[in-house]
Nanobody, 121 residues
Framework: QVQLVESGGGLVQPGGSLTLSCAAS????????MDWYRQAPGKQRELVAR???????NYTDSVKGRFFISRDNAKNTVFLQMNSLKPGDTAAYYC???????????????WGQGTQVTVSS
């Protein structure tokens, strides 16, 4: 069984920084793309950042220059470093990954449980 477990959310003041982590566990053959999505109350879920297995990255325009996505392939973990946080960044953040379990080596889409980030003074 493959699971994604997120951590690192919390309350932070505007201008502050926070780093989210998402670790994939289980019998894993490979991990393709890893992403961070977020969803604020009353809004649709949006893609925040994406990183491929080769390290190529993409960001939504609103976080460019402030957020940084990275991954540690040896630990099957993806990170989202968030700097200069704004109240508009307040949302539930969800980790997503395309993972091939060792049992059949066929890729599936997996989601983390979500972690709340609140930016407020």
């Amino acid at each position: 069984q493959v699971q994604l477990v997120e951590s690192g959310g919390g309350l932070v003041q505007p201008g502050g920084s926070l780093t989210l982590s998402c670790a994939a566990s289980g019998s894993i053959f490979s991990i393709n793309v890893m992403d961070w999505y977020r969803q604020a109350p009353g809004k649709q879920r949006e893609l925040v950042a994406r990183i491929t297995s080769g390290g190529s990255t993409n960001y939504t325009d609103s976080v460019k220059g402030r957020f940084f996505i990275s991954r540690d392939n040896a630990k099957n973990t993806v990170f989202l470093q968030m700097n200069s946080l704004k109240p508009g960044d307040t949302a539930a953040y969800y980790c997503h990954a395309v993972v091939a379990p060792f049992v059949n080596r066929i890729e599936y889409s997996y989601w983390g449980q979500g972690t709340q980030v609140t930016v407020s003074s």
